[in-house]
């Protein structure tokens, strides 16, 4: 089954977007599917300051359409709502294609921290985006609860998983800091809340990894913190699992890969009790969740870091992968064809 999966956030912008997406179409053969991706390389584009790396394309009409016909799709994804998502979205209603959406991002949260526009507004334009959509998969039953309070219909499950080769306790990063070394990684952004972590009084070393827009301010305002720029891949699992503790500070992720990667490495997560966490971590002895996030960052402390590697095994991106392959079902009774310019889809796929 061959899906096109359309994506504003892409290679080389770092997110939990991209890397799901790049685990997903690893494991996609193993399960029966071929995955194509349809994102921003070759359309103009413009640069997003609040986002580093990421990029927004200006995406023609009639090169969408091109795209999605060369690659004559069994399924179409969309699995963001940037400019990419929106033509993909407007050329399947033109043309009477069903297809599937992600919801990844909590824009409402993260516009309203930034701009102040109401959440309300953001996510009637989010209702109108997914509407359409045959299902809307989502990473965790907390966000699904949520969504369905805001009028979304038509939810579908779709996990997240780990790479547990890349991301292991095995040869940690050389930290010449004094320990316990508490550290976060992620895009240095007001919603991410790296503030809310650099503010507390702990004993030791914050280490905080990753960059972006509020970078140049928290090092100005929080001297005591050592910053140590992006890294990626197997340098990034090398500084994760050289921590004591993995402190994850927001309080908008829907998911938060990045947790999961710190359990493979053997490190126990500190965080708030919000969506994220409550999902990852919950009850489990891998972490500890508490209002009080100095208390939390003390008490993980004590966290076997063997039960926290033990527990990241049971995370995998075939399952994943599976997951995403289950939510294409209603779109996948018919193959959509090419049929002169313009895609068709048997009626019984339209059921």
Known sequence: ?????????????????????TALAKSAPAIGLEVEFLSPEGFPSFSVPTYPGLRLAVPDRRE?????????????????????????????????????????????EYISARFAIPESWTYAALRWFHAESAVTMVATPSLWNELTAQGFRNLGAWTRGVD????????????????PIFLSAGRIAVEKNHEAFLSLQLPGSKVVIGEGPQEAELKRRFPDGHFLGLKEGRDLAAHIAAADVFVFPSLTDTFGVVQLEALACGVPVAAFPVMGPKDVIGDHPVGVLH?????????????????????????????????????????????????????TVPAAANR
Not at 1 to 18: K, Q, S, Y
Not at 164 to 179: G, H, I, K, Q, Y
Not at 294 to 314: D, K, M, P, Y
């Open 1 to 21: 089954m061959r899906v096109l999966i359309a994506t504003d956030a892409w290679r080389p912008h770092v997110c939990g977007v991209v890397r799901t997406l």
């Open 64 to 108: 969408i359409a091109r795209r999605i016909e060369k690659a004559e799709p069994d399924a179409i994804h969309i699995a963001t709502e940037g400019t990419i998502g929106l033509a993909t979205r407007a050329y399947c209603v033109r043309n009477g294609l069903r297809f599937t959406t992600s919801y990844t991002t909590r824009y409402p």
């Open 164 to 179: 547990t080769e890349r991301f292991s306790p095995d040869n940690p990063a050389v930290l010449d800091l004094p320990r």
């Open 291 to 343: 209002e009080n996030l100095w208390l939390a960052c003390l008490r993980a402390l004590a966290v076997s870091r063997t039960a926290c590697r033990e527990f990241a095994l049971g995370f995998s991106w075939e399952n994943s992968a599976r997951q995403f392959a289950a939510n294409l079902r209603p779109i996948r009774a018919g193959r959509a064809r090419v049929s002169g310019t313009a895609l």
